[in-house]
């Protein structure tokens, strides 16, 4: 059973951030010490967490609750059905903007927000590797 009401769950959902999360500032600073450049905010389908140009790479930063993480499986008891849905959508969306990205060329990688807690370096080292790849983009 939930602790608030329907209006007071709304407003407090209302106010999780989307940009500048603490897994997305993490990735962010920890790619800076290693002195990779990025862009932000670039008008790309999906509107990717980062943008490397020239090397035509986005990378998302995919909160475990928001894009149904299966590692995690941290969906809400209350108004389960509203959450499933949501959540499903959010899957599908993030499955149809990797392949339109893809389909343009680019280079699409996708971590978790755990990965990015728990195994920081690992995720920076993949993203490196990735970038350092001499080899044409290939899907």
Same mark, same amino acid.
């Given at each position: 059973?939930?602790?608030?009401?329907?209006?007071?769950? +709304? #407003?407090?959902?209302?106010?999780? $951030?989307?940009?500048?999360?603490?897994?997305? @500032?993490?990735?962010? /600073?920890? =790619?800076?010490?290693?002195? +990779? #450049?990025?862009?932000?905010?670039? $008008?790309?389908?999906?509107?990717?967490?980062? @943008?490397?140009?020239? /090397?035509? =790479?986005?990378?998302?930063?995919?909160?475990?609750?928001?894009?149904?993480?299966?590692?995690?499986?941290?969906?809400?008891?209350?108004?389960?059905?509203?959450?499933?849905?949501?959540?499903?959508?959010?899957?599908?969306?993030?499955?149809?903007?990797?392949?339109?990205?893809?389909?343009?060329?680019?280079?699409?990688?996708?971590?978790?927000?755990?990965?990015?807690?728990?195994?920081?370096?690992?995720?920076?080292?993949?993203?490196?590797?990735?970038?350092?790849?001499?080899?044409?983009?290939?899907?």
């Amino acid at each position: 059973m939930d602790n608030l009401s329907q209006k007071q769950r +709304r #407003r407090c959902m209302k106010r999780v $951030k989307n940009k500048n999360t603490q897994p997305e @500032v993490l990735l962010r /600073q920890a =790619l800076w010490h290693a002195g +990779r #450049r990025y862009r932000l905010n670039l $008008k790309l389908f999906g509107k990717p967490d980062l @943008v490397f140009t020239k /090397q035509r =790479l986005v990378v998302f930063v995919d909160g475990c609750f928001w894009h149904g993480c299966p590692a995690c499986k941290n969906m809400p008891k209350t108004n389960y059905d509203f959450w499933q849905a949501k959540i499903l959508k959010n899957i599908q969306r993030d499955a149809e903007v990797t392949t339109v990205l893809q389909a343009d060329q680019w280079r699409v990688l996708r971590f978790w927000e755990h990965e990015i807690k728990r195994e920081l370096y690992r995720v920076v080292n993949e993203i490196c590797a990735t970038l350092d790849q001499a080899s044409p983009f290939t899907p």
